[in-house]
């Protein structure tokens, strides 16, 4: 019986393990997910949440997707806003488009130090729709992944 050789795998295509879990983490990862219908060429649409009381969150990782309501892929630009520290997650808070800087589940964006989020602190995400296409919206979905730390025991 003959086996067949596979192609190599290009080293863009393989998934990158997780970070390790941050001391105080109990090593469970956390993910908040982020949804918004977006209409066509919409700008300034917010999004936010709220950290849980229980623990502050370190940010390890970003991921995104964005479909248009006739199942083509979608474009987006996206700032993130830590309201506690008064703090952007990019320059200025300059709007980022999303192919730019959000990974896939496979390859997600991964910071090389976690952004700590503290108990409480709201998180503003500011959208601008970039598809455009005429009577369709754009559904945006961006998950931030990481580790509860600090955890408060009850």
Known sequence: ???????PVPSSAVALPPPAA????????????????LTPGQKGA???????????????????SSILANG???????????????????KGNALVNGENWFGTGAQ?????????????SQVLLTFNERS??????????VCFHGY???ITQP
């Open 72 to 90: 083509a892929a979608g474009l987006f630009a996206v700032s993130i806003y830590d309201t506690l520290k008064n703090k952007p997650l990019t």
């Open 148 to 150: 509860k730390v600090n």
């Open 132 to 141: 455009n296409v005429g009577g369709v919206n754009n559904v945006v979905e």
């Open 108 to 120: 997600p964006f991964t910071y090389p130090a976690p952004w700590r989020f503290y108990r409480q």
């Open 46 to 64: 917010t999004a936010e949440f709220t950290i849980d009381n229980d623990s502050d969150f370190d940010l390890w990782q970003l991921t995104a």
């Open 1 to 7: 019986m003959a086996t067949q050789a596979q192609a």
């Open 22 to 37: 941050p001391p105080g983490s109990m090593g469970l990862p956390f993910v908040i997910p982020v949804d918004i219908t």
